[in-house]
């Protein structure tokens, strides 16, 4: 069974930073590729950042330069290194991982959310 267990939520205030952590497990790294998904009051989840098994990453336009997705396969975790934190960052970030692309999970898993498997989330919460 596959799990996915979000960690490295904080409250900060802007300009901030943070390194969020996501552990899996129940399946090997070459199998899916993995993303970061975020969700705030009153919107719709939306993608952040993903990555292929191999390592090609993909970002969304208004985090581009702002964020780096990275994972260590050896231990099946996937990280999300972001500065300058803005309060617009708020939200409840998800960890997910699925088949197919990286780009295919940015843009489209959120649309058809069990053709993935995604974790409990883990809050950001940046003031002004």
């Known amino acids: 069974q596959v799990q996915l267990v979000e960690s490295g939520g904080v409250s900060v205030q802007s300009g901030g930073s943070l390194r969020l952590s996501c552990s899996a497990s129940g399946y090997t790294s070459s199998s899916y590729c993995m993303g970061w998904f975020r969700q705030s009051p009153g919107k719709e989840r939306e993608g952040v950042a993903a990555i292929d098994s191999d390592g090609s990453t993909i970002y969304a336009d208004p985090v581009k330069g702002r964020l780096t997705i990275s994972q260590d396969n050896a231990k099946n975790t996937l990280y999300l290194q972001k500065n300058s934190l803005k309060p617009e960052d708020t939200a409840m970030y998800y960890c997910?991982?699925?088949?197919?692309?990286?780009?295919?999970?940015?843009?489209?898993?959120?649309?058809?959310?069990?053709?993935?498997?995604w974790g409990q989330g883990t809050q950001v919460t940046v003031s002004s």
């Open positions: 997910a991982a699925g088949p197919g692309t990286s780009g295919w999970l940015l843009l489209h898993l959120t649309r058809h959310p069990d053709f993935g498997y």
